[in-house]
């Protein structure tokens, strides 16, 4: 079996609007939801793959009824097992295009294990984490994302659970592909979600979605006109960290710590600055974490963008090349020879 | 020279010692030489709990039975006429599994103050000083000592020497029973081609164990236990859990499909997975997930994607499995999942038997979510069922319970194995393209049988989402219409329904509709159920046996089946699981008979049940 697929020819002339299922949307109206919907859609066309050769494929939650709206294949699981099911999918059939859609609950709660293992398997497949810090779909609980001292309905008092940093949890898991997007930021999104097709193994997209119902504006320091850009900053392979609404600021790394400079004083210039390196393990570790409260004086600003890329086997390829391997070892399978074994006899 | 032979019909021996004292080898190379020699037989290996309980103790004693005969086996034996034991413990463990006059083979250095002290039998009370074995015929060797001497010349070490001692065993009781070494001169050659001081410290001790049964004059005469005649036809030995495995592999082979295979491991279903990773050449995707529900949803995404999916288990496992279960139901795709079962509740018994998870199969989920259950009855019909599993799969498009137990899973017999030609045709019906000219796509549209098509990704033209939520009964897209959500659980339970009339109809194995009472049995307890009613029919007593291998649905003809008889006994390893289904579905007044004890009925125990039921 290839692990790629030929590019057919119709595929060029599909739009947007050719991946758009029949079904109505049942998000709440506002929820950052349908604008993470709106650029994959608007994405697919781009990526020369035939509709029937894309699969989308989710747990529950919110977000995980994303595969409802696409018109390509997919399926709506279990809670938390989207990971391991997509994962059984790609071994059977490589060169399909898998996208699997998750919430905060859904993979880092009760999927948290598929997920830490797909990663480590890095099988050649888009993860889009729709982080929104709250569980949506049962009402607005707590999540492994939201912020400890956090008031709903399960912490009436304040929820006195430290969070994940979702992002080091992956690079922990030996991620090869791990990136941040917002869904008020849809061209970025489109660049982010096109890079993670590109990239031959898991890819992680981690999306700061608002639930403007259970937990508006949670992401506001990073979507809001007045802070976001001194609140964010957006990663490019091979150019330096600035960000600021003047970009002013810039990062530096002291030893191990990364440092803000101010740019405006003379003291440090552009050219000082950290140079962003996707390749680079160390420094994606230490720019994941960057996970401040935006709030907090002297905040390091939240990165977004390709954080590291790394080329490593994929499972599935590693796995038929076993298979083709031991059939060239064994020769070609003889059910019958299989069945006698090595020790029989005959009865007349 | 020995050479006076006495006929025997049947033989039980039960190969005992400490679990490093190398007992299943023993037992496994008796066990090849005896079905290459033409034997009928039978094993049960009774595994300790703990992989290395502590040396010498009653928790580390290894057991290997093996009922062998020229008449037709059914069942490892009940008591065995032979015990060989490597130690006080094993002793200690099985002496009261051996009959009144039976012949015990023991290793007088497994019997000095540390291991009698480790068997927690007092020095004075040592079992081959106290009289305590006079009705049996003992024969004692320190073992240990004739193994090293028979090794002076060798260079190995005394660990690696003692090792060996195990081949004594085997080449003393090949000799017993009069038969060649060769298969297991075969055998060590292929395993210990690379270490030449091994395979010759190997040989040289079995010869030396087969020289010395012939010159010691311990036995006045050999035994001889005739070839069986056995149907014609092609056979080798082979153990449930291959059987099940070499099912699997064949199903995949004749439906052309790729077979994958997601699982966790765990006593007793890993060699089931231990056997497929063998045969990759077959193009077989073994995934050993991160845990059972990993498993059995990775089967479910590479059922998805258009492979022949499995999974494999034990009970608490299973468990785990519940509610992807009750997706892949829902979603209507096929998949097989086996529970080999072992002793629960729990974590339980795990190296023990039992038949305690059939209500688990039947209803263990959430909603109404029937699926088919099917069970094996022995070793060799591991293959038939799991091929089984399969077939209703994948033609039926629904997960599919396969039931196999710790028993039959370890145990062996021979297999006259059939030609992949002769194999059930298995068809798959994959959804075809179309074009945008088509009618709009219908996933959940039936066939006459109720089945829907399976349309994999890639397929053009058939684009569709499935999942968890209740669907529309054409569109498949989400519904919480009443109506249809009450006609789509009738008409899931209806496809199941229908399977009664794609599986074989139920028969007697023996006895006839105008015997005195039925036994009915289901899954492994076949084999003692068997041997009981044939002892009871040479005695003129005409018992009917029927054992149920299809259990949802049941055959469509057991009701009628089952009227015929005034008394019916249900044997099962259990607290009554299948007698519940029985009564609920038919009204019948069977009786019970319960053994909850993690071993198999012995035939004893069913037939004071039968004669007491006869009686009343
Ligand atoms: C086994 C199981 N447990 C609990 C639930 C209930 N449940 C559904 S979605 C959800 C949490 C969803 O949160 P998240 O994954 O963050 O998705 P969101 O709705 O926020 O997009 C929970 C607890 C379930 N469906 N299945
Ligand atoms: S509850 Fe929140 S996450 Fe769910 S649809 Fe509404 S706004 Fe979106
Ligand atoms: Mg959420």
Known sequence: MALEKDIKEEVQKLTAKDFVSDQDIRWCPGCGDYSILKQVQSVMPELGIAKEDIVFISGIGCSSRFPYYMNTYGMHSIHGRATAIASGLKAARPELSVWLVTGDGDSLSIGGNHLIHLLRRNFDLNILLFNNQIYGLTKGQYSPTSEVGKKTKSTPLGSIDHPFNPLALCMGAESTFVARALDREPKHMREILLRAEQHKGTSLVEIYQNCNIFNDGAFGGFTDKQLKKDNSL???????????AKEDKGLILDGFEPKIVDLTTGEYTVSDLWIHDEKCRNKANILTRFFDDPSKENALPRPFGIFYQEDRFRYEEALYEQLETHKQQKGIPDLNKLLAGTNSWEVE | MTQ???????????????????????GT????????????????????????????TIAGVSGF??????????????????????????????????????????NTSGFDKRNLRLAGIKEVENPLNNHSL???????????????????????????????????????????????????????????AAKPEILDANITVLKAGYHFADTCETFSNRFEVKPTKMATGSYRNIIGNQATALGLIAAAHKSKLDLFYGGYPITPASDILHELAKHKNFGIKTFQAEDE???????????????????????????????ALGLAMMLEIPLVVVNVQRG??????PTKTEQADLMQAVYGRNGEAPIPVIAATSPSDCFTMAYEACRIAIEFMTPVFFLSDGYIANGAEPWRYPKASDLKEINVQFAKERSQDDPAYLPYKRNEKFVREWAIPGTKGVEHRLGGLEKDKETGNVSYEPENHEYMVKVRAQKIAEIANHIPEQDLDNGTEKSKLLVLGWGSTYGSIKTVVKELATEGIDIAHAQIKYIQPMPRNLGDLLSKFDKILIPEMNNGQLITLIRDQYLVDAKPLNKIKGVPFEAREIKEAILNMLKN
């Open chain 2, 134 to 192: 006079e009705g049996f015929k003992v024969h004692e060797f320190d073992i240990t000592k004739l193994t090293r001497e028979s090794l002076k010349d060798s260079k190995l070490g005394t660990k690696d020497r003692d090792r060996s001692k195990n081949m004594f065993v085997l080449g003393f009781v090949y000799w017993m029973y009069n038969r060649k070494i060769d298969s297991s001169i075969d055998f060590l050659k292929a395993k210990f």
């Open chain 1, 234 to 244: 957006y990663l490019k392979h091979g150019e330096p960290l600035v960000f600021g």
């Open chain 2, 29 to 56: 190379q008796f066990t090849t030489n005896t079905a290459l020699f033409g034997n009928d037989l039978s094993t049960f290996p009774d595994f300790p709990a703990e992989i290395r309980a502590p040396l010498g």
């Open chain 2, 344 to 349: 629960g509740p729990s974590t339980g018994l």
């Open chain 2, 4 to 26: 006076v032979q006495q006929k025997l019909e049947q033989v039980t021996v039960l190969f005992a010692g400490d679990s490093g004292d190398g007992i299943q080898l023993t």
């Open chain 2, 65 to 106: 039975q093996i009922h062998f005969g020229s008449v037709d086996i059914y069942s490892p034996g009940d008591r065995c006429d032979v015990l060989v034991v490597m130690n006080a413990a094993a002793l200690k463990k099985n002496i009261s599994r051996l009959k009144e006059r039976g012949t015990i083979i023991v």
């Open chain 2, 293 to 323: 529900i990993a498993g059995i949803c990775a089967a479910i995404g590479a059922s998805f994607g258009g492979d022949l999916a499995v999974t494999a288990s034990s009970g608490p496992g299973i468990a785990l499995k519940g509610e």
